[in-house]
């Protein structure tokens, strides 16, 4: 008798695996599921400023698990292919055409590499030549294309360095600059198994407050690797010979100067920080000439470690060094006038210098901003916008600078969430040093274009600015029914442009418009074919609704194939969401997107499940508001039930959604949403919580837009952390996280802890840990496992629950 006792608790064990944790093999989802997943994706385009080619881009395919497990370093920030110096696990293109938009030829390129694995675009200043990288397993090349004749040819002979700042940079119309690998420098060292003593790290009375990061320097050793494959030389090519210029050193950023003559270099120093990512080491910033003569160091700046973490607070030392696009080779940088502290109350916040090669041991000062200074866009002597903006109070302002006199004179200011008062971005042109500045009609005026946010939702729009009078006319703008976006203001005095035009039911593609041509018509420039005709018959609708404060909401509404309610009644709901935080209740209240984009699917997207008799509210709002003094995140929990609820019960309004089958998922800081609401609410069947945070603690420094530290407010890291009330989930929930997350705040120990905690409570749970994924998944067969558990999941406690 004990032996069969013994026999039947064994199997049903088996059957019910609880306390398993055993390595699953690859599962996959149904047909419907996979087939959308593996569909080809819809090619990009990149169109010359002048508007005479395109270059039709097609990208590789998910990569499969074994392609994933290439080497990898992983220090400083920085995660590295010890093989070819170049990042890791990173995907390219496969595929290049060109188009000839005066002619509408389409081109074949001749030459491109085997197995091509393209990244880096970049267009010569006089878009005659386009120059790109070809990564390899054990090298990566730099290559050019000629658009005359489409043909290819590789022009280096070192193999590229490209793990951090650009690779390369185009020094005028004939000539590359890029980073290099260091020839005949001996091999790495093997890591010791003994170590020579222990890691100590030491803070001498200094605030050193710092975010969570991950894979950071931990060890000297991690540091001399780190200097390893950093270390790169700068090679000068002018298409058919290579050069070096200066020595070797560990380079981040570089920029040509418009005149081609100099170099603006950033290179990191030592000693390097255990505490913060690469960017934040100690770096001198300096000028080269291009005969690799250093002529002058700008500046050298400690490690980032001791700079406040607030939004508004930055460092001290001169920062946000760029080229003046409108002159030879001047240099513009800013430096904070309130020592760096956004909090502190101060009549200017940041004032920005000029400096350059000639300018040996002065600088000049230009302007100063009462807001903390974001950049600037030039224009000539006589204008320029430069852009300025504070996280506390959300505003930010557009100013025009007079760059001869100094004058800032304030142009437009909103709030930063208000997307209906936008100005857009402005129109730029290419002047003679083939750089962008701003396009200024001949009547003095600029042009700016826009996603044209509305109470009807998107409908991207061009409009002209008047510097006189201020008067804003909209030119062109989106017809109703359609979404179709500027790619490029090719030829602003003539009115031509290029967009990307979409329905719900017309695949995304390119058209030329012309101004004076009427709005509805345009010349397609491309016949792309729809690569989901699984969807066909679907219905989207962009649903609004009210929460109990009557603050707008709206969602993407999908609904399955010839689905009707009256006959088919309600379905099971799956709710996606991202919140998001806000300052207006107004502001949180606006519409957000267009109805009519065309379905996109990448692979964590909740649409796949309309396929499966799911209603699928995707882009669901979940505005967490605080207004005045108040902080949102100080009533985060009761909002998100407002948000929640109100959802449902709108779908049940409608007689699509079944409030009694409901599941609700996210990525990222969507998943601590979900995590929240199971915690908090009886709203859900299920939830879905993929790559999140659930314990804010480990977050201490700050968090999305929150930036008191832990022990400013411990009350609201506690209240906010589902970990916290761990033992108040009984609702179904699945987590699921990659391996290698290198994401701030999402270590995979936040998915392993709160999967004890959850368990040591007696909680339904599943944990999935994706191998070789970091914060976004990209493997073939994970994505393919991922929609399988969660089809799983949702079948079982959604569509099925109680059965």
Not at 352 to 378: C, E, H, I, M
Not at 455 to 460: A, K, T
Not at 670 to 689: S, V
Not at 704 to 719: G, H, I, S
Request: charged share 20%; aromatic share 10%.
């Amino acid at each position: 008798m004990k032996i069969k006792i013994l026999c039947l608790l064994f199997c049903a064990a088996q059957a019910f695996p609880i306390f398993a944790q055993d390595q699953v093999p690859y599962k996959e989802p149904p047909a419907e599921i996979r087939q959308l997943l593996l569909a080809p994706s819809l090619p990009s385009v990149s169109v010359s400023r002048k508007g005479e080619w395109m270059l039709i881009l097609e990208r590789q395919a998910n990569p499969t698990v074994a392609e994933m497990a290439e080497p990898e370093i992983k220090t400083g920030g920085l995660r590295m292919n010890p093989a070819n110096f170049g990042p890791s696990r990173t995907t390219g293109i496969t595929r290049i055409a060109v188009k000839n938009l005066l002619t509408k030829t389409d081109f074949p390129v001749k030459g491109l590499p085997a197995n091509l694995r393209a990244g880096s675009i970049q267009w010569s200043p006089n878009d005659s030549m386009v120059a790109f990288t070809h990564t390899m397993a054990d090298r990566i090349d730099l290559y050019v294309l000629k658009l005359a004749d489409q043909s290819v040819r590789k022009i280096n002979i070192t193999a590229l360095n490209t793990l951090a700042g650009p690779a390369f940079a185009w020094v005028g119309n004939n000539a590359l600059v890029y980073k290099t690998v260091p020839k005949g420098r001996p091999s790495l060292p093997p890591r010791s198994p003994v170590p020579a003593g222990p890691v100590v790290q030491e803070n001498l009375g200094k605030t050193s407050a710092s975010r969570t990061y991950q894979d950071l320097i931990k060890s000297p050793y991690d540091e001399e690797l780190f200097s390893h494959m950093l270390t790169s030389q700068l090679m000068l090519n002018d298409l058919n010979a290579e050069k070096p210029l200066g020595k070797p050193d560990v380079y981040t950023n570089m920029s040509v100067s418009p005149d081609t003559k100099f170099l603006m270099l950033t290179a990191l120093e030592k000693p390097y920080s255990y505490l913060v990512p690469f960017n934040g080491f100690p770096q001198r910033v300096f000028i080269m000439n291009t005969s690799g003569l250093i002529v002058k160091v700008l500046t050298r700046n400690p490690s980032s470690e001791t700079v406040p973490t607030g939004f508004d607070d930055v460092s001290t030392h001169p920062r946000s060094f760029q080229w003046r696009t409108d002159k030879p080779s001047t240099i513009v940088y800013a430096q904070a006038l309130d020592n760096g502290l956004g909090k502190t109350k101060a009549a200017f916040r940041d004032a920005v210098y000029a400096t350059g090669p000639q300018f040996q041991d002065t600088s000049q000062l230009l302007f100063k901003t009462k807001r903390r200074y974001n950049g600037v866009t030039w224009g000539n002597d006589n204008i320029a916008l430069v852009y300025e903006s504070m996280f506390a109070d959300r505003r930010e302002r557009i100013s025009r600078l007079n760059p001869t006199t100094g004058q800032l004179d304030s142009l437009f200011e909103r709030s930063s969430n208000d997307a209906y008062s936008s100005l857009g971005d402005p129109v730029t042109v290419k002047n003679a040093y083939g750089r962008d500045v701003l396009y200024v009609s001949k009547t003095n005026q600029l042009l700016f274009t826009s996603e044209g946010s509305s109470p009807n939702g998107d409908l991207p729009l061009l409009q002209s600015y008047d510097l006189a009078t201020a008067k804003k006319t909209i030119l062109w703008h989106c017809v109703p029914g359609y979404y179709e976006t500027i790619i490029s203001v090719t030829d602003p005095e003539k009115g031509l442009f290029v967009t990307q035009r979409e329905s719900l039911t017309e695949t995304p593609n390119y058209f030329l418009r012309d101004l004076k041509k009427p709005v509805a018509t345009g010349t397609p420039l491309t016949t792309f074919a729809n690569p989901y005709p699984q969807l066909d018959g679907i219905t989207k609708i962009k649903v609004s609704y009210l929460r109990k404060d009557n603050v707008g909401l709206t969602g993407d509404l999908y609904l399955p194939k010839g689905y009707t309610a009256k006959e088919q009644g309600p379905l099971p709901v799956l709710i996606w969401a991202y919140p998001r935080e806000y300052k207006s209740a107004s502001d949180a209240a606006q519409v957000r997107g267009s109805q009519f984009r065309f379905p996109r699917l990448s692979a964590g997207s909740p649409i796949f499940w309309v396929t499966q008799g799911y209603a699928v509210l995707d882009n669901a709002e979940m505005p967490i508001v605080g207004e005045g003094n108040t902080e949102p995140n100080d009533s985060f929990i009761p909002q998100l039930y407002l948000n929640a609820h109100a959802a449902i019960q709108h779908l049940a309004i409608l007689g699509v959604g079944d409030s009694n089958r409901v599941a609700v998922g996210g990525h990222s800081y969507g998943a601590f949403m979900t995590a929240n609401l199971l915690a908090h609410t009886k709203l859900f069947k299920a939830g879905i919580a993929r790559s999140g945070a659930y314990n804010r603690t480990l977050t201490p420094f700050g968090f999305q837009a929150e930036e008191r530290t832990y022990w400013q407010a411990p009350e609201v890291y506690f209240n906010m952390s589902p970990f916290s009330f761990a033992d108040r989930i009984k609702t179904p929930i699945l987590l699921i996280h990659g391996e290698m997350d290198n994401n701030s705040g999402t270590f995979p120990i936040q998915s392993e802890r709160f999967y004890n905690a959850l368990k040591g409570h007696g909680g339904i749970v599943r944990y999935v840990q994706l191998p070789y994924e970091s914060h976004g998944y990209t493997g073939r067969e994970n994505l393919l496992h991922m929609l399988w558990e969660q089809h799983q999941w949702l079948e079982k406690y959604v569509k099925n629950a109680g059965k």
